[in-house]
């Protein structure tokens, strides 16, 4: 198996201060996908970064009936990608669940500063194949990996450079189980080096 960069893009699902330990919603070992996903950044021609984006009095949230926290809200540290993402080489930012009354788990719900929404952007860069990584493993990597497939997109889930929220123990291998059985490709980033070096080499 050969890999071409080509019409490839990376998706960072909600790399985020929140989502990290000493974070409103954290998620176990949530930094330690940081050192992994740099390693991969510099690999891509297109890189994407996505984050939740909630106003203070969204859906999601306990206090209107919802299954979380407050977090990522708007304008506040916890919404902030976390400081030790190599951010220089980020060429697109898209934001998501925005406002109040919708909730999205998906990066495709999602729009860029533009309004745009990120398969309109993926397509018209011709971008066949994505590479996700990021946080939650068992929802937002989860939601954006199908509707990667549904778009008609090759979708590369790298299982090291993402963490589960597990609120049942097994709930991340269930995510990725879901996510292979629905045709994604499951890869670790030394596999997924591996190959782009193989590629690399052969050019």
């Not at 066949?128 to 493993?137: D, F, H, N, P």
């Not at 954006?144 to 008609?152: A, C, H, I, W, Y």
């Not at 990725?176 to 190959?195: C, F, P, V, Y």
Request: aromatic share 8%.
């Amino acid at each position: 198996m050969s890999m071409e960069l080509q019409n490839t893009a990376l998706i960072l699902v909600d790399i985020q201060n929140d989502f990290c330990p000493g974070g409103a919603l954290a998620v176990y070992e949530g930094d330690q996908i940081v050192p992994v996903v740099n390693n991969l950044i510099q690999k891509f021609p297109l890189v994407i970064s996505t984050q939740d984006w909630h106003p203070a009095n969204h859906i999601s949230f306990v206090e209107r009936g919802g299954p979380w926290p407050p977090h990522c809200v708007q304008n506040t540290y916890g919404a902030e990608l976390r400081s030790d993402l190599k951010t220089d080489t980020i060429d697109l930012y898209f934001r998501k669940a925005s406002s109040p009354d919708k909730d999205d788990y998906s990066e495709f719900a999602g729009k860029d500063d533009r309004g745009q929404k990120l398969d309109d952007v993926l397509k018209s860069r011709g971008v066949k194949t994505i590479y996700v990584v990021g946080l939650a493993t068992d929802y937002c990597v989860k939601e954006t990996v199908l509707d990667g497939l549904r778009n008609g997109y090759q979708v590369f889930a790298v299982t090291d450079a993402m963490r589960a929220v597990n609120v049942k123990p097994s709930d991340g291998d269930e995510a990725l189980d879901e996510m292979k059985r629905k045709g994604a490709h499951l890869i670790t980033s030394s596999e997924m080096l591996e190959l782009a070096g193989s590629s690399a080499n052969a050019s």
